[in-house]
């Protein structure tokens, strides 16, 4: 089960006014995954592209990190890694955050889609900060959202260049609280997942039974219904008690 997160209403509020959740007002509407499941609602954080959005994502999640390490559930880490391409500025506006407004200093990392051919090549040809990198060093890896949690088994691989490192965690804004698989098939949780496969938690700033808490009161009685029945289908099993009652 992912970390318990807390995020408050206004969180919610502000994805649903900027684009960032949408969520549909019919089948037709319906939004295709990359699992090739038709969901009614979506996160998309590449919405947020202004200057006070970004400002607020951000903070949130360094706020997020600065709870989860003042509680001891997140281990200490030396760099942040966005796996690209929407993590890369993530991580980078997290490390931003994190010094201007909690005074801690973390350094930041990302992968190349294709390996650098010039340049300083040996130092960063697949993931640029790899220069900085010492050996056993820790990373905390950022995102927008999971689902079923592939992407993040391919950029942990990406980071095997590294030589030995510990991943304490992924954080990522959204959990969608989905199983694993495809549209015809469904298998644990992403969080377990993470678990099993990574050996780190999976942390998030909101999870998708939050937002529906948060959210569902402004929006139409079949549109939360619609939401609540796809979470009773692929939901995880913390999702179908939230979408059942």
């Known amino acids: 089960m992912a970390a318990k997160s807390s995020p408050t209403p206004s969180f ?30 979506f996160f998309n954080a590449g919405s947020l592209i202004d200057g006070e959005a970004l400002s607020v994502l951000a903070d949130a999640y360094a706020g997020r990190i600065k709870s989860l390490l003042d509680t ?30 909690h005074g801690i200093n973390k350094k930041f990392l990302y ?4 390996a650098k051919t010039h340049g300083d090549v040996k ?8 220069n900085q990198f010492k050996a056993g060093g820790r990373i905390l890896m950022i995102d927008d959202v999971i689902t079923t ?25 959204v959990d969608r609280q989905e ?15 993470v678990k099993n496969r990574l050996g780190c938690p999976l942390y998030s ?30 939901g995880t099993p913390a999702a179908q008690e939230w979408a059942n009652k």
């Open 12 to 41: 919610a509020q502000f994805l649903l006014s900027r684009g960032a959740l949408k969520v549909a007002k019919s089948e037709l509407e319906y939004f295709t995954l990359k699992s090739g499941r038709k969901s009614p609602v």
């Open 205 to 234: 700033i909101a999870s998708m039974g939050e937002l529906l808490a948060a959210i569902g009161p402004t929006i139409l009685p079949s549109q939360a219904h619609a939401w609540k029945m796809y979470f009773r289908q692929w």
């Open 179 to 193: 199983a694993s698989g495809d549209a015809e098939t469904r298998g644990p949780g992403a969080a377990e997942e």
């Open 123 to 130: 130092a960063d040809a697949l993931i640029v900060g790899a």
């Open 72 to 101: 001891g559930e997140l281990p200490d880490f030396d760099f942040v890694f966005g796996p690209a391409y929407k993590g890369i500025p993530l991580a980078a506006l997290t490390c931003a955050s994190l010094y201007r407004v």
């Open 111 to 114: 992968d190349r889609k294709e």
């Open 149 to 173: 949690g592939a992407a993040k088994f391919e950029a942990f691989d990406k980071l095997k260049v590294l030589g030995e490192f510990k991943l304490v965690g992924i954080l990522v804004a």
